[in-house]
């Protein structure tokens, strides 16, 4: 199977030196020319859990470098979520008949490539494996993570199979039969978990231990859960169940429902979020395809999504750098 990884950063880089390490027939591309250079005199470096494993010799060139005569039975898409939309369309002609690509971006990024550019060639997958770039080339591995992969139609085909057992080889891959189902559960937490804390610059476990915490999280959880079952999805357990106890209404089951948040705070509570690291380096976020991807299904579905309109908006403004997180902005929002 020949791959190409797209985007040599913290995932990629990490997916591509355990891969090239395996032995596995892959490619690189990077965003230009400088990178691509920069990594080939550098090789990759990956240390952390999973063990240190490096790759001195590395077949890499710019994404535009690639082109006739090349052909790929699976494209991995490690880029952020508004780089994999830019370059899916141009990758998708580097694919053998048969081939695929496979987006491991969280929320709607696979079914949105899947609407632009036909169901046939998008996978779909995300990752629960963590890994963060020290300097471009050096990756660390944060955890013993898996990417968790599927068809967005649902079912396990053969080529889920093929991609499975090929990129198994180098890191741990699982298939699911539901993989929107588990997309969405993901989204739930993404939405509230990641979003929220860094909105306030806090964790969960800090944002939780206010009362404005909690209302924000709840209803930002449940804005997001209405929108999935209302265009029928099926949802997946991932860490926790996705649907609260005694949702949507079941007051007596509130004690259910704080031992189903200490279990999201036990499991995702400790974690500074991704969204919030993007901030402070001044980067773009991935809000759209998060909060602003449910925003766009709940209005299309007649959902009301108010706090997270409300939410992606704030993303927006502190991105502009018109606002900054702060944990104040949580008693607003519960307001
Ligand atoms: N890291 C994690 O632990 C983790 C865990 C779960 C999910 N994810 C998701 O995985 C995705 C990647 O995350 P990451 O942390 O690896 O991001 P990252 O470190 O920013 O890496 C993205 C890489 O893609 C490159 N890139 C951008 N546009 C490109 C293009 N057109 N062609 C080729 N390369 C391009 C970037 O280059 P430049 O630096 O030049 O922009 C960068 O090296 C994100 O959607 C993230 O949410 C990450």
Redesign the pocket.
Known sequence: MQMLI?????????IAARALRAGLPVRL????TE?AEMLRRSGLRVSGIGGEVRADVIDIA??EDYGKGDQFDLILL????Q??L??APYVVGLLAPEGAILP???GG?ARVLADRLGERPILGG????????VE?GVYEQ?NA?HLLIGELAGGVSERVERVARALGRAIEVRVTSNLTGAIWSKLLINCSVTTLGALCSQTMRQYMETEAGKKVFRRTYEEALSVALAIGTRLERLAVDPIPPGWPSNFAAEEHYESWVEAIIAFYGDVKP?MLQDLERG?KT?VD?INGYVVTLGHASGVPVHMNATITDLVHQIERGVLQPTRERMNDLAD
Do not use: C, H, Y
């Open positions: 797209v985007g040599i950063g913290a995932l990629g880089g990490t591309a990077a965003r230009n990178s710019a994404v490690a880029t952020k979520a780089d994999a830019e370059v491991i971006q969280n990024v995300f990752s629960n494996l963590g890994a963060t770039m471009p944060k993570g991704s980067r991935e395809f």
